[in-house]
């Protein structure tokens, strides 16, 4: 009896010391979620990867493919970032995990400013009956995505949608009414050489403008009045249509560049100084 | 029906994989690129410093003629650097002479509207490139680069 | 008592079928061995290494050059081609790769010595490094040896391609700059269409000719102030288009030297510099 019990354990003893060296695929799992969380992303995918190579009955596939989604995005690797979030899209067992894929996948888009997509992927979980119960971070994301595709109009209309985001509807609404239209500027200037440049502040380009196209007008009627056809044709055509046409493209200019400084002002807050959820 | 979208993104994502593995021959670490979008319009240089006897007329002029006239009537140069631009580098490498004679070669390839996009490197979105080294007769200053390679300096 | 050993071993069989030693060599070599094939070559590199501090083995050596190689960190390769020992059986295809190594990196005299070296040696790939090193000599600004001697080493396709290629570095089909100039002088814009810039050519014609017109038609009516004008903008045009005629010469000249080495370079592409290939991935 004795003798039986004493061999028992030894073999007790033996298989456990041997347990030690050796771990479960979930510790593996865990030891590449803390790298992940120590942001050393390079070497939480490559643990990701290992754990994916010995998961042989694909038990942390979704988990493993998310997080490995989530390295590269933290990365700015966005194609690869997209490409495993699709996979743990089609590893998802249940229709929470299915969401969590998505909207990572609507996320990385939206980074990648590859809007539409984000928009498709957005829209589709929109109308699936089975995320009525998450539609408010859906279209949380959707005007994330409205931002990024400088539609700030739209992006205020949805953050204002029964107060989804009153901190991101005011922000919106602030950089659309700041904002010039461009076609203002643009179709002002046809009418009156100068005024575009007037209406977004470049008040010196525009009084040139509008001295060089009165110069050149008054020349080439003139030399029409006088009968001086030729020089007429050849005043209007080379300077005064340069200066009227250069007149329009500048009204333009100025106002897609004014708007491009309001966008980056209220894009750089949005980056550093913004305290909630970002893409 | 649902398997079979499966396999096909799948198999999608395999030939993919293949070309994307690139991105991890290089180790990389945590990256959070700015959300603000580029401005592509080139601006104006002006630069009235003078460098050499011939800049105390040349870069006043030129500076004047970018700020009454050039920012004023258009971008009408389909080229980088510009057309004024390119005749004040060219006197700065060469000499005023040479750069007078550079000018006039490059406005008749200026005034040239077919087959540039077949000829010349492009610059940015809109421009193509035509920088003063080609021009200077140094062959040594000479880097070709073949019509249609993007540029971005 | 039989029962209860049963049991235990039941339940330890069942506990090491979820138990895998990912740090064993074994396990770190499966690994990298997938890394490699899916082309991840600098984890795969991280992997070898760490299974190379258990073992000592050439074949995995190898393996971690060839993935340096890979990702093009030709200077980490080089080092590791030439750890391989001279009693592996990789050796002989390690000093290939690192002449390969070395023309990737720069083609110097450290390069042709290498080359030298490896031909007059008994190697197996003493030909490979032969036809290597002819070819980069079509890269360099030396001179050629001989037709013959050049392409001693090469048969057959090979042997045509690199006659062409010969045949193009010593005369290459350059445009003159001092004819260019002269068309130009005479016929304004000939010297473009010369050099195969016709648009440009009859551009110049077309301007040069407007200015000379409107000048001579100015000086005709009376006009000289204008006249003079015309003059002088015309006389700039010509002479700016002998110059850019010139100048055009050189850039054709330049373009044909650049598409005669990018077609060498794609040449030794294609031939995998004329290295071994290997399917590591079976």
Redesign the interface.
């Known amino acids: 009896m004795t003798f039986v019990n004493k061999n028992l354990l030894l073999l007790i003893i033996v298989l456990t010391s041997s347990l030690v060296a050796q771990s479960t695929l979930q510790q593996q799992f865990d030891f590449a979620k803390k790298l992940f969380t120590q942001e050393k992303y390079f070497d939480a995918i490559t643990e990701f990867k290992r754990l994916q190579f010995f998961d042989n009955e694909n038990q942390f596939s979704f988990q493993s493919n998310l997080l490995i989604g989530k390295s590269y995005k933290a990365g700015a690797k966005y194609d690869e970032s997209i490409k495993y979030f699709v996979l743990s899209e089609m590893d998802a067992a249940s229709d929470e995990e299915y969401f969590k894929a998505k909207i990572f996948n609507a996320r990385t888009n939206i980074l990648r400013r590859t809007t539409k997509q984000a928009e498709r992927i957005l829209n589709d979980l929109l109308i699936d009956q089975r995320f009525k119960s998450n539609e408010k971070e859906i279209k949380y994301w959707i005007g994330w995505s409205y931002i990024f595709s400088d539609d700030w109009e739209k992006a205020y209309e949805i953050f204002n949608e029964n107060n989804l985001d009153t901190a991101l509807a005011s922000l919106c609404e602030l950089v659309d009414q700041e904002k010039y239209s461009v076609n203002f500027a643009k179709y002002s200037s046809y009418l009156i050489p100068g005024f575009g440049q007037f209406y977004t502040g470049e008040y010196l380009s525009g009084a040139i403008s509008l001295g060089w196209n009165i110069l050149f007008g008054y020349l080439t009627i003139n030399a029409f009045v006088e009968d001086r056809i030729f020089d007429a044709i050849i005043i209007g055509n080379f300077l005064w249509l340069r200066f009227y046409s250069g007149n329009i493209q500048n009204a333009e200019k100025f106002a897609v560049q004014k708007n491009l400084e309001i966008s980056n002002k209220a894009l750089e807050y949005l980056q550093y100084s913004f305290m909630g959820e970002r893409p | 029906m649902i398997i079979n979208k499966?396999y096909f993104?799948?198999y999608i994502?395999i030939f993919?994989?293949?070309i994307?593995?690139?991105?991890?021959?290089?180790?990389?670490?945590?990256?959070?690129?700015?959300?603000?979008?580029e401005?592509t319009?080139l601006d104006r240089n002006y630069d009235l410093s003078i460098e050499s006897a011939s800049d105390v007329i040349v870069k006043p002029v030129i500076n004047a003629y970018w700020f009454?006239i050039s920012?004023?009537?258009?971008?009408?140069c389909p080229f980088n650097p510009s057309c004024s631009s390119f005749l004040a580098q060219s006197i700065k490498e060469t000499n005023i002479f040479?750069g007078?004679?550079?000018?006039?070669?490059r406005?008749?390839?200026d005034?040239?509207v077919?087959?540039r996009h077949e000829h010349y490197p492009r610059f940015g979105k809109k421009h193509l490139y035509d920088p003063v080294s080609?021009?200077t007769?140094n062959?040594e200053k000479?880097k070709?680069i073949?019509a249609k390679t993007f540029i971005n300096e | 008592m039989f029962k209860l050993f049963f049991l235990i071993t039941l339940l330890s069989s069942l506990l090491f079928s979820q138990q895998i030693d990912f740090s064993s060599p074994l396990n770190i070599k499966l690994f990298a061995d997938y890394l490699f094939c899916d082309k991840d070559y600098l984890r795969a590199i991280d992997e070898y290494e760490k299974y190379l501090s258990v073992f000592d083995d050439d074949s995995i050596q190898f393996k971690i050059a060839v993935g340096y190689s890979a990702i093009n960190d030709q200077s980490n390769a080089f080092k590791k081609f030439s750890s391989i020992k001279k009693t592996s059986s990789f050796y002989d295809q390690s000093r290939i790769e690192m002449l390969k190594s070395l023309y990737l990196q720069k083609i110097d005299s450290s390069y042709f010595l290498n080359a030298d070296l490896l031909i007059n040696s008994q190697s197996p790939f003493s030909n490979n490094a032969y036809r290597l090193k002819n070819s980069s000599l079509l890269l360099i600004k030396n001179d050629l040896p001989e037709k013959e001697n050049f392409l001693i080493p090469f048969e057959n396709e090979e042997k045509n391609n690199l006659s062409n290629f010969y045949d193009l570095k010593n005369d290459p089909p350059y445009k003159s700059e001092v004819w260019a100039g002269i068309f130009s002088a005479i016929i304004p814009g000939a010297g473009k269409i010369y050099t195969q810039e016709y648009g440009d050519g009859i551009t110049a014609f077309i301007l040069t000719g407007l200015f000379a017109y409107l000048a001579y038609t100015n000086f005709d009516h009376d006009h000289p102030t204008r006249a003079w004008i015309f003059t002088a903008i015309g006389a700039g045009f010509y002479a700016g288009n002998i110059y850019g005629s010139v100048a055009s010469a050189q850039i054709f000249n330049a373009r044909v030297n650049f598409d005669f080495d990018e077609g060498v370079k794609l040449f030794l592409e294609e031939k995998n510099y004329f290295t071994p290939t290997y399917d590591f991935c079976k």
């Open positions: 499966k993104l799948l994502l993919q994989f293949t994307y593995s690139q991105t991890d021959w290089v180790r990389w670490e945590k990256s959070d690129p700015t959300y603000q979008i401005d319009f009454f920012d004023v009537d258009g971008a009408n040479q007078t004679l550079m000018f006039f070669d406005f008749t390839r005034t040239n077919f087959g080609l021009y007769l062959e000479i070709y073949p």
